[in-house]
């Protein structure tokens, strides 16, 4: 029961890997973007390059370049903020399954041998918290099919049929359609071939951004070490080893995708990582970077200066004293 959620993730993440690299749904031929072939185009995927096609117009319109890297930028953040009520749940979901930790590893002491009552327990445990140990799947599983959609929309963009997207640069990246099914992975080898090192670092800095910020973010949804009491239970341990695994793969798989997409995919962790830090902190980064921890709590803890206190009410007798002294020198 407790490991679903992981299990969910990981046959999700190595579902989108297997369609992604074969291909599976690119449109061959020429494409029309007033004629969907289906439900799926009409309703997700010609949709999307429509709304790109508006927003690269209305950027190059202001005099704005890199009309279509803005447009997926402002697509990304358009979809982050739809997307912010279920990003909220699912946070707090996950800060609720992390406050459980303690009593979860109790029942697992207490009834370790016994797996079937250890799964009964733990489904107490979660409806008398009310926790939904798959909330926080929600919002990766809404991200897919929306992922996917823009996958097929770039390549709809990309097609000469349509040929919107081929050429299209932003900065350093010549062109957000490349690579292509086509191409996938070989630019690698060619680039080492004829040494063209330019191909190289344009092609192949935005996978690394896109690790290091899923690393981060990944890293960050996880309490600190110092919070779960330094336990070392298996499902930490294939945490652990997911939060490295599925950033690497993933990685690896952009490396034969269209770069606009990737870019999509970089934009949308680093406002993960934004939204992640106002809800909930730092998280699990300490761990990496113990600055981070001293900083958050030498601001947490910074005196704060008191306004100096009032003297002290004077007694009837310290307001007598004065008027006495005077008379006294009067005489």
């Given at each position: 029961?407790?490991?679903k959620?992981?299990?969910?993730?990981?046959?999700?993440?190595?579902?989108?890997?297997?369609?992604?690299?074969?291909?599976?749904?690119?449109?061959?031929g020429?494409?029309?973007?007033?004629?969907?072939?289906?439900?799926w185009e009409?309703?997700?995927?010609?949709p999307?390059?429509?709304?790109?096609?508006?927003?690269?117009?209305?950027?190059?319109?202001?005099?704005?370049?890199?009309?279509?890297?803005?447009?997926?930028?402002?697509?990304?953040?358009?979809?982050?903020?739809?997307?912010?009520?279920?990003t909220?749940k699912?946070?707090?979901?996950?800060?609720?399954?992390?406050?459980?930790?303690?009593?979860?590893?109790?029942?697992?002491e207490?009834?370790?041998?016994d797996?079937?009552?250890?799964?009964?327990?733990?489904?107490?445990?979660?409806?008398?918290?009310?926790?939904?140990?798959?909330?926080?799947?929600?919002?990766?599983?809404?991200?897919?099919?929306?992922?996917?959609?823009?996958?097929?929309?770039?390549?709809?963009?990309?097609?000469?049929?349509?040929?919107?997207?081929?050429?299209?640069?932003?900065?350093?990246?010549?062109?957000?359609?490349?690579?292509?099914?086509?191409?996938?992975t070989?630019?690698?080898?060619t680039?080492?071939?004829?040494?063209?090192?330019?191909?190289?670092?344009?092609?192949?800095?935005?996978?690394?951004?896109?690790?290091?910020?899923?690393?981060?973010?990944?890293?960050?949804?996880?309490?600190?070490?110092?919070?779960?009491?330094?336990?070392?239970?298996?499902?930490?341990?294939?945490?652990?080893?997911?939060?490295?695994?599925m950033?690497?793969?993933?990685?690896?798989?952009?490396?034969?995708?269209?770069?606009?997409?990737?870019?999509?995919?970089?934009?949308?962790?680093?406002?993960?990582?934004?939204?992640?830090?106002?809800?909930?902190?730092?998280?699990?980064?300490?761990?990496?970077?113990?600055?981070?921890?001293?900083?958050?709590?030498?601001?947490?803890?910074?005196?704060?200066q008191?306004?100096?206190?009032?003297?002290?009410?004077?007694?009837?007798?310290?307001?007598?004293?004065?008027?006495?002294?005077?008379?006294?020198?009067?005489?």
């Amino acid at each position: 029961m407790k490991r679903k959620p992981h299990r969910l993730l990981l046959v999700s993440a190595l579902l989108f890997a297997a369609v992604a690299l074969t291909g599976c749904g690119i449109p061959q031929g020429d494409v029309d973007l007033n004629a969907p072939p289906g439900w799926w185009e009409a309703v997700i995927v010609y949709p999307v390059a429509k709304v790109l096609i508006f927003m690269h117009d209305v950027i190059e319109g202001a005099g704005i370049p890199y009309g279509y890297g803005w447009a997926i930028i402002l697509l990304t953040l358009f979809l982050k903020i739809v997307t912010l009520p279920l990003t909220l749940k699912q946070l707090q979901s996950t800060k609720a399954m992390q406050a459980l930790q303690p009593r979860m590893r109790e029942l697992q002491e207490k009834y370790g041998k016994d797996r079937q009552k250890l799964a009964e327990e733990q489904t107490k445990l979660y409806r008398e918290a009310k926790v939904n140990p798959l909330g926080g799947c929600l919002p990766l599983l809404v991200q897919l099919p929306i992922l996917w959609g823009l996958y097929q929309a770039l390549y709809v963009l990309a097609n000469p049929s349509v040929g919107e997207l081929q050429g299209a640069g932003f900065y350093w990246i010549g062109d957000l359609s490349f690579p292509d099914l086509t191409t996938g992975t070989g630019w690698i080898a060619t680039s080492f071939t004829i040494r063209d090192w330019g191909m190289l670092f344009a092609y192949a800095s935005l996978p690394i951004i896109m690790i290091v910020s899923q690393l981060v973010l990944q890293k960050m949804s996880q309490p600190a070490k110092a919070a779960q009491g330094g336990a070392k239970d298996p499902q930490s341990q294939m945490m652990n080893q997911m939060m490295f695994f599925m950033p690497i793969m993933f990685g690896y798989i952009t490396l034969g995708l269209p770069s606009g997409l990737t870019l999509y995919w970089t934009v949308s962790n680093i406002l993960g990582i934004v939204q992640q830090y106002f809800i909930t902190g730092w998280g699990g980064l300490v761990d990496w970077i113990p600055a981070l921890n001293r900083t958050a709590t030498a601001a947490a803890s910074s005196p704060v200066q008191a306004p100096p206190s009032p003297p002290p009410p004077s007694t009837a007798d310290e307001r007598v004293k004065p008027v006495i002294k005077r008379r006294r020198r009067r005489k």
